[in-house]
């Protein structure tokens, strides 16, 4: 009889099976679990992150036409070329800071143009002027900016408040 070591004997205490035909690692099926649940993780990451683009897309975009309608009210305030200032925002990728009484009648060469952000929608007035030395407006009203999900506003009113 062969004698075998204390580990490979059955009667002993110590023993420990030496399996060889199993093989370490995973199963297919458990690889397909791993991997479906990935990219559903992955897919609401990318739809909680696309939602928050949007959102910080929009916002840009209001405090844009913020900054244009602001930058129009002190040119006329402070009564650059004895002049009105004004916006016009009827262009479909940009907005501009004119000079006169309406956009019509406008000087070109001191036109200021900003790009506007696609897939953006402003609903509200087309042109606001600002009179020269008092900056009253034109105009008074909203100006909604929206990305077809959510709406912003920013206000004019008469004397030429802005509010958003």
């Known amino acids: 009889m062969k004698l075998l070591p204390a580990y490979m004997d059955k009667n002993k205490r110590g023993f420990i099976p030496h399996i060889t035909n199993l093989c370490g690692g995973f199963t297919l099926w458990e690889i397909l679990i791993a991997i479906g649940l990935m990219g559903i993780l992955f897919s609401l990451g990318l739809i909680f992150s696309m939602d928050f683009y949007r959102q910080k897309i929009l916002g840009a975009e209001r405090e844009t036409i913020a900054a244009v309608l602001k930058r129009a009210r002190n040119e006329a305030q402070n009564n650059v070329n004895q002049s009105n200032?004004?916006?016009?925002?009827?262009?479909?990728?940009s907005y501009v800071i004119f000079q006169g009484n309406t956009y019509a009648s406008?000087?070109?060469?001191y036109d200021e143009i900003f790009s506007?952000?696609?897939g953006m929608n402003l609903t509200g007035p087309d042109e606001l002027t600002?009179?020269?030395?008092d900056a009253g407006s034109s105009v008074s009203g909203t100006i909604s900016v929206s990305n077809g999900i959510k709406s912003l506003d920013i206000g004019v009113n008469s004397e030429g408040r802005i509010d958003w």
Do not use: C
């Open 85 to 93: 200032h004004g916006v016009y925002f009827g262009l479909s990728l």
């Open 106 to 109: 406008r000087n070109n060469a």
């Open 130 to 133: 600002f009179s020269s030395l």
């Open 116 to 118: 506007r952000t696609g």
